[in-house]
């Protein structure tokens, strides 16, 4: 009896969530009614982002030409950073757009053109289209870099990527970077395979498992002190790092980093199920639901039913397009299990490998899937009809390799390791 035949085991699992979940909530409220108030956790403190800090900010940026790295998440509270520093005088000569546009108003892989702001009339030169490292000629009337975008802590998610070019950008030219930090909503655990470098690509750069547990301050950090830039080159960097942010802390996104990742839920569902991004089954891209259901039509079990649809700066070509779906809605599943569990779930994945009608083939993209996993490894080991737990297992002695070199560059208290 499969896990998509019989909807019940997920239920099962769902169920020893909750308990958990109330288990640890009660302990915690036990706790904290027996430890004096002077001691309370950090984490009950409002957490400041980087971008927040408007006094240690604008003293390094006094007198300087100023680029920014930026999407519809720079915001200090309800105000976009490029209009906040223009109100301090900052004198900003360019904004560079990632992935979604600087507005955050195209679809996942949509080319992003370089234009110029309608509200600001500043510049904006897109990271995303034919340049994706800004050339020397984009930096050459600038004295720094600021990065502001608030990431999910997936190594596929290519806010990363993009810092990384910029980086690599600030080393050649001799430019400052200042990172404004941002929790990492995944930052609670690691998980996931590490990339082998032959498979390196914008969706996957560094040797990081797919849940790296980094804020991208700290990514940075890494990614200096391992040398990864082109040419053993580091730039030179800053980071303004969160107040009242740990490891443990369940930081919830006040935007949506991007048009396919609308809430909490997605956001924790999507590392574990961004790898039927390179299958032909729909994870939900053309409908309300991205990134929190799967399906594709005729699947043999399933409690709901759905249909893709293009949608314009959100999903212009959906998998599936216009075809009834057949799956699963994870939503519940995705709010509760991440936190309690701390770990990636791939069940989804293995068993629907396993049923999925294999005349059209169930991977649709040996390219694109082996870049997402980070190597060939795991479609091989679908291709063996390995269990989720087997694989899992495979991934624990890069993990522990990758977990002692993580602790060089944490800049904030780690989470409580299992």
Known sequence: MTFFKDFRRMKEIYALVICAFIFHTCAQSMKQHHEPLAESSAVDLK??????QMDLLIPMLKKKRVIIVA?????????????????????????????????????????????????????????????????AAMLADADCILFDIQDVGARFYTYISTMHYVMEAAAESNKEVIILDRPNPNGFYVDGPVLDTNFRSFVGMHPIPVVHGLTVGELAQMINGEKWLKAGLTCNLKVITC??????????????????????????????????????????????RPFQVIGYPGMPSGSIEFTPQP?????????????????????????????????????????????????????????????????????????????????K???????????????KYLLYPDFQHR
């Not at 770990?343 to 293995?350: A, T």
């Not at 297992?393 to 602790?407: D, F, I």
Request: charged share 20%; net charge neutral; proline share 7%.
């Open 47 to 52: 957490i400041v982002t980087g971008a927040e």
């Open 71 to 135: 999407n519809q998440t720079s915001v200090v509270g309800k105000t976009h950073l490029v209009d906040t520093l223009l109100a301090q005088g900052v004198q900003i000569v360019r904004v560079f757009a990632p992935e979604h546009g600087f507005r955050g108003d195209h679809g996942a892989g949509e080319t992003v053109k370089s234009t110029k702001d309608v509200r600001t009339s500043l510049p904006v030169s897109s990271l995303y289209g034919s340049t994706k490292k800004p050339t």
């Open 243 to 288: 107040k009242n942010y740990t490891h443990d802390s369940l930081y919830v996104l006040p935007i949506p980093p991007s048009p396919n990742l609308p809430n909490q839920t997605s956001i924790y569902l999507y590392p574990s199920i961004c790898f039927f991004e390179g299958t032909r089954m729909s994870v939900g891209r053309g409908t309300d």
């Open 311 to 391: 949608i314009p700066g959100i999903a212009p070509n959906p998998e599936q397009k216009g075809k009834v779906c057949r799956g699963h809605d994870l939503r519940e599943f995705g709010s509760a299990y991440f936190t309690v569990a701390k770990g990636m779930y791939i069940d989804w994945l293995v068993e629907a490998n396993r049923e999925y009608p294999f005349e059209n083939g169930f991977i649709s993209s040996s390219d694109f899937f082996d870049k997402l996993a980070g190597s060939d490894k795991l479609r091989k080991q679908l291709e063996q009809d390995l269990p989720a737990g087997e694989i």
């Open 393 to 407: 297992k495979s991934w624990s002695t890069e993990l522990e390799v990758y977990m002692s070199m993580r602790s």
